[in-house]
């Protein structure tokens, strides 16, 4: 009988054929980097200064961790015996007429960076594609104008899902995040819509103060126009509020000022854990260091904070047979997106 990729035991019930952040760019260098992806062991390292290249983290041979290997002429030399992988992952220390090479191969997976991160393809690598990468223009990342600066990275003791519901939901900001942002100043009335292209919720407010902004917008007088989304934008990336500013516009066509984005990478690492990397997109001040660096301390606590809080629920018995209790009209968002997680796992069943 054939089994369901979720009945499979070192196969988690996770999309594959998508692009996770795997790691931050600065975090790969020329000795292997290993880290747990999907369920997966996977070493990067970095042949030359140029690019990354990510293989399996098990030599095929004997299952040693090839966390544990050396590099040696742009491949990976094995600890325990020694075969060498070039960086596709064909064996260059077995001779190719012995019949045995051919079956030595360590996988290697489709990798790309952008931004501050280093993404990779786990799935069927025929179909990975860098049109696939789930950030797209409407935040600026990678673009002309804009810089993405990465806060961290956190490993989140609690299962992929929960912290996904944590980052879509903006209800729990009053709550969980007192401290950090105290009470938002967007206490104005908020009109909740769809978003059109993805899953996720816009907040519109009109005719601000703009004062309000001013530690943001340095300059900027007037009544201003905001619009907040918060938006599913794959299962490997969450763009938790990207707000835009414009210049009121009464009826008339806005005219933008600034846009920035909170942006969350998700890639599950276990059943009950998930790699985090939160990060910060803008399109203004964009030379202002100072600024970068108190935006993304901030954001990093910001971060542990919802850390602590799925973490909590995560630690509490029998949370996998309550995931998701009851829910409040602002979980809608984090509801969909769970629907349209469990579709694309259902797509490559
Ligand atoms: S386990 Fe790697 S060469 Fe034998
Ligand atoms: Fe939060």
Redesign the pocket.
Same mark, same amino acid.
């Given at each position: 009988m054939r089994r369901t990729r979720r009945e499979r035991s070192d196969e988690l019930p996770f999309p594959l054929n998508h692009w996770y952040v795997g790691a931050l760019r600065d975090e790969i260098g020329t000795v292997p980097f290993a880290r747990t992806l999907l369920g997966r062991p996977v070493v990067f390292y970095r042949p030359t200064a140029q690019h990354a290249v990510a293989v399996a983290g098990r &030599?095929? #041979?004997? *299952? =040693?961790p090839?966390s544990r290997?050396t590099v040696v002429d742009g491949g990976l030399r &094995? *600890? =325990? #015996?020694?075969?060498t992988f070039d960086e596709t992952g064909i064996c260059r220390s077995l001779a190719a007429h012995d019949g045995v090479a051919e079956r030595a191969r360590l996988r290697s997976f489709p990798v790309l960076e952008a931004g501050p991160f280093v993404w990779v393809w786990l799935g069927d690598p025929r179909l990975a594609d860098r049109a696939l990468l789930p950030c797209g223009a409407e935040v600026g990342f990678g673009q002309a104008g804009w810089r993405t600066d990465a806060t961290g990275y956190v490993n989140v003791r609690a299962r992929y899902a929960m912290l996904c519901d944590n980052l879509l939901d903006t209800s729990h900001i009053d709550c969980v995040h007192a401290g950090s942002l105290g009470r938002a100043p967007l206490t104005f009335q908020q009109t909740i819509a769809p978003s059109r292209e993805r899953i996720g919720v816009v907040r519109e407010s009109r005719g601000n103060a703009a004062a309000l902004f001013t530690y943001l917008l340095p300059g900027c007088t007037g009544p201003i126009d905001v619009t907040i989304a918060a938006e599913f934008c794959g299962p490997g990336f969450i763009v938790a509020v990207r707000t835009e500013f414009a210049h009121a516009a009464n009826g008339r066509p806005a005219e933008r000022i600034a846009t920035m984005a909170f942006v969350h990478a998700v890639t599950p690492e276990s059943e009950t854990s998930t790699h985090y990397f939160p990060a910060f997109v803008r399109d203004f001040r964009l030379d202002d260091e100072p600024f970068t660096a108190e935006m993304n301390a901030r954001n990093l606590i910001v971060a542990r904070e919802d850390q602590a809080a799925v973490e909590a629920i995560e630690a509490t018995p029998g949370v996998a047979d309550r995931a998701g209790g009851f829910s409040l009209p602002g979980d809608e968002v984090a509801l969909v997106a769970r629907r349209e997680l469990a579709r694309l796992v259902d797509r490559e069943q």
């Open positions: &030599c095929p #041979h004997r *299952g =040693y090839m290997a &094995c *600890g =325990y #015996h020694g075969l």
